[in-house]
């Protein structure tokens, strides 16, 4: 038996802002709210549940997404329409540039909440 990531809850101070900011990002559609979340589908039939608790403490946490090559510059284009500074690198010291990891590019910016998302052309060699 094979083992998948199904969904996973995903903190947020206002839900439906932080799914419209990724699904948007990303080009994705936000679904249906389900019970107290509301999710994003990535495509690859794992689902980023947003969670609303607007007086939860809660670390921001690094979400990593594999995308098109063809989609990165899209991407990029989008983050600076809604004016996200983009980085090279996850501690977020190099605006304004992408990287060049694993023969592909990749980048790194903050959703609304603070937490880390990644896109990026190409997996990590491991």
Do not use: C, W
């Not at 990724?22 to 980023?48: K, M, Q, S, W």
């Not at 594999?66 to 977020?92: K, N």
């Amino acid at each position: 038996m094979s083992v998948e990531l199904n969904h996973t809850a995903v903190h947020a101070r206002d839900k439906h802002l932080s799914a419209r900011f990724l699904a948007t990002i990303l080009g994705l559609e936000v679904g249906a709210p389900f019970g107290p979340f509301v999710p994003v589908d990535t495509g690859n039939r794992v689902t980023l549940d947003f969670y609303e608790d607007p007086d939860l403490t809660f670390v921001p946490q690094h979400y990593a997404f594999l995308v098109p090559d063809e989609e990165f510059d899209t991407m990029i284009a989008r983050l600076e329409v809604v004016g996200v500074t983009y980085f090279s690198d996850p501690h977020h010291r190099d605006p304004g540039r992408v990287n060049h990891l694993f023969g592909g590019r990749g980048a790194y910016f903050a959703d609304p909440d603070g937490h880390n998302l990644e896109i990026m052309t190409r997996p990590y060699a491991r």
